[in-house]
């Protein structure tokens, strides 16, 4: 059987396709809307839908031409309808609709969360195995910063359990939005993740001593950190040399704050398997002080539909797929 996975919960128009026997993936296009969203420092909502508009209809495409199908040789659509965006999430659905509609095959809405918490089975795609299970799962993006307990059965019964998340901004959110007060393009995590790599020593790591959020348990704060940037960067005796500084000095607050939580998971579950992923697991120096962490492909760590169509995949082998009915809709959270 062959899937076709849409992806639309936030500024990436993701289309892919999956042989679920083989599970060889036929196709994985992500259409960005990063240009669009630059001018603005960060991704406008009701922009990102009308972007989805534009570049969904080209990402299936693309998909069709990379995996030399025909619509017609697809047998089931799968969207995620949450949670996301609801403008962007509502274009995603409507359109897997539609096309469900047209070809008369089934569709099924799943979860973006529980697509990141698959990632690691992409692994299945390359003819490898992905990390034992039970896994701690670290969900890291501009969206989101969850930390999971990922079961042993997760496979088969999808079973997993939220831990903790931020009570503020997300990881990504904090490292676009300190770039922002500095000057740097959004988004802005890789490029200080690239110019810390590239020229901060490690004293420059910690050239100013940011705080570090005592948040209980595993929840995880970033917006005093973001505040305690804002009023150096703000000081008009700030010098543009001081600026490698001070983000490579906030980049390792933010890596701080993020292992310091997976620390504590860690102790609980200290047989687990530890994933992280979503796009600010792209981070080389996050990846350089997890060493024993298991990271899926950086194109797979950012927003995809290659983990919407393993996840079909594996709902599908254990005949946990079901078609969703006519009036599914979005859902934000
Ligand atoms: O998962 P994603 O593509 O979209 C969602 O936010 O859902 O993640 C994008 C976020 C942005 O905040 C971006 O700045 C951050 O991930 N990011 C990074 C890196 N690559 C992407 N942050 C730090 N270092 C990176 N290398
Ligand atoms: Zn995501």
Same mark, same amino acid.
């Given at each position: ?120 089975? &992409? ?10 299970? *039970?896994?701690?799962? =670290? @969900? #890291?993006? $501009? +969206? ?113 704050? &993020? ?10 579950? *200290?047989?687990?398997? =530890? @994933? #992280?992923? $979503? +796009? ?54």
């Amino acid at each position: 059987m062959r899937i076709l996975a849409i992806d639309t919960s936030c500024d990436d128009s993701c289309v892919a396709i999956l042989e679920t026997e083989s599970f060889e993936l036929l196709a994985d296009v992500v259409q960005s809307h990063t240009e669009t969203m630059q001018p603005f420092g960060g991704v406008v909502p009701e922009l990102a839908s009308r972007e989805h508009l534009k570049a969904l209809p080209i990402a299936l495409e693309k998909a069709l031409e990379i995996s030399r199908l025909l619509l017609r040789n697809i047998d089931w659509i799968v969207v995620t309808h949450r949670p996301g965006l609801i403008g962007a999430l509502l274009v995603g659905v409507s359109f897997a609709k539609s096309l469900a509609y047209a070809l008369s095959k089934p569709f099924t809405g799943l979860s973006h969360i529980e697509a990141h918490l698959f990632s690691p089975f &992409l692994a299945l795609t390359e003819g490898q195995s992905p990390p034992p299970l *039970p896994w701690i799962v =670290l @969900v #890291v993006s $501009g +969206g989101h910063t969850e930390l999971f307990e990922v079961q042993k059965d997760f496979a088969k019964d999808f079973s997993y359990v939220w831990l903790g998340g931020t009570l503020d901004d997300a990881a990504g959110e904090a490292f676009d939005k300190i770039g922002k007060l500095i000057g740097l393009k959004y988004p802005a995590g890789p490029l200080i993740d690239a110019w810390v790599r590239e020229a901060a020593t490690p004293e420059l790591r910690s050239a100013f001593a940011f705080p570090r959020a005592t948040t209980p348990g595993l929840s995880f704060s970033f917006s005093g950190l973001k505040t305690a940037v804002a009023l150096v960067a703000e000081r008009p005796d700030f010098a543009s040399q001081s600026r490698l500084p001070l983000v490579a000095s906030a980049q390792e607050a933010i890596l701080d704050g &993020l292992c310091a939580k997976i620390q504590i998971a860690r102790e609980r579950f *200290p047989h687990h398997s =530890l @994933v #992280v992923t $979503g +796009g600010v697991a792209c981070n080389s120096r996050l990846r350089e002080k997890l060493t024993d962490a298991h990271f899926p492909k950086p194109r797979h760590c950012t927003d995809n539909a290659a983990m919407v169509a393993i996840l079909a995949a594996i709902r599908h082998r254990e005949g946990q797929l079901t078609a969703s009915p006519w009036n599914l809709s979005a859902a934000s959270r």
